[in-house]
């Protein structure tokens, strides 16, 4: 395997990533600070704290990715840097400092999408793992994350088409509030999953909002079902409803946090499964870090394979926020001669992909 060597740099939320990436797909060496214990105490990101400690740790996890990979920033051929969307303080801590690193050792500058990492982590190959065919494409990816959740069409490399996305909350701000509603640990998404495996009984019934036929997606209104039904069950336990400190039951709290597990596992895995048979795909993909849930995992690998239709999904470590995965995205983005210049700026809200339809308004200056 060869290619560029690219140095990449992650900080758009609460994990500073760096990472030594080569052609787009053999990991050298991926370097993650996590934040999680830090915000844990107040259940969810501060962006004022992240962007600090994005800054506490960037060289450190520099010094470590170059020693790592046993390589210098001299020989790298480009420094590729995530500038969107996500938290802009935690944003502008990376792009300056890779900005720097490409100023001081007059390497070029690529400027990467978030999401788009997060598809093009499927192309990664660990360091000792045996090189792999690549995706096929088109393909169908499922993107879900804490503050991400949408489906697209990938045709080919760098092409996309938003078929759906979440008209509301995501789906890892759903699994984190209703983490929170039944005391289990942050981030919610982890603790919901080993919750939901001691359930027996497999009977909590929570809505799903299948909006049509669209392929978007809706989880406010589960949230709060599931704060209702989370009450119900407290008063059936006589618990006081002011009280925080009085916990459910272990056997409550895990059918609950199974039945709500379910409910949006399933809207996931259903849309993305007929998109895939609708559209003809070739492969689906599943990335961000909800894509580390083992039921989610489970029930698109069923159907898919039940499809004829092979599903790609990174390992855990390199579905939620990573350096690598931003130097597979930033390989294609240089090979393709998308290079930024030193005015990068932050893009809280930068998109992946527009829909087909508002693609065609915007040509037609409509």
């Known amino acids: 395997m060869s290619g560029p060597l690219i140095l990449a740099v992650e900080s758009s939320c609460d994990e500073t990533g760096i990472a030594v990436v080569e ?6 060496s991926n370097v993650v600070a996590s934040q999680t214990a830090l915000h844990a105490a107040t259940g969810g990101i501060v962006p004022e704290v992240a962007a600090r400690a994005h800054i506490r740790w960037i060289v450190p996890a520099l010094d470590e990715a ?41 390497r070029p500058l690529v400027g990467v999408n978030h999401l788009e990492g997060h598809l093009y982590a499927a192309w990664l190959v660990d360091p000792g793992e045996s090189e792999r ?30 078929l759906g996305e979440t008209v509301d909350d995501a789906a ?80 409550a709290t895990a059918e609950l946090a199974w039945g709500f597990q ?6 996931l895995a259903t849309k993305t499964i007929r998109a895939a048979r609708e559209l003809g795909a070739r492969s689906i993909v599943l990335g961000g870090g909800v894509a580390a849930n083992a039921a989610l995992r489970a029930r698109l690998a ?6 004829g ?11 939620t926020d990573n350096g690598a995965m931003i130097g597979a995205a930033g390989a294609r983005r240089f090979a393709a001669g998308d290079l930024a210049t030193l005015a990068l700026d932050a893009r809280p809200s930068l998109p992946l992909a527009r829909r087909a339809a508002e693609v065609s308004a915007a040509r037609s200056g409509g």
């Open 23 to 28: 052609g787009g797909r053999r990991i050298h």
């Open 66 to 106: 170059l020693a790592d990979a046993g390589a210098t920033v001299a020989d790298v051929d480009a420094v590729a840097v995530t500038y969107g969307p996500g938290l802009a303080g935690s944003l502008l801590v990376g792009i300056n400092f890779a900005k720097t690193l490409a100023w001081v050792h007059d």
């Open 133 to 162: 065919d690549e995706p096929p494409l088109p393909l169908v990816a499922l993107i879900v994350s804490g503050g991400h959740t949408f489906l697209v069409e990938m045709t080919d490399h760098l092409t996309y088409r938003l």
């Open 172 to 251: 890892g701000e759903a699994f984190d509030k209703v983490g929170r509603l039944l005391g289990l640990s942050y981030p919610g998404g982890p603790a919901i999953q080993r919750a939901a495996e001691g359930a027996t009984r497999h009977d909590a019934a929570f809505p799903r909002a299948w909006l049509g036929d669209s392929y978007d997606f809706s989880f406010s209104g589960l949230k709060t079902a599931a704060r209702r039904t989370v009450e119900a069950a407290r008063a059936a336990e006589g618990l006081a409803p002011d009280d925080p400190d009085a916990r459910l039951s272990d056997a």
């Open 262 to 267: 379910d409910s949006v596992v399933d809207v």
């Open 302 to 307: 069923g159907e898919s394979d039940a499809l």
């Open 309 to 319: 239709v092979p599903l790609v999904v990174p390992r855990p470590a390199l579905c």
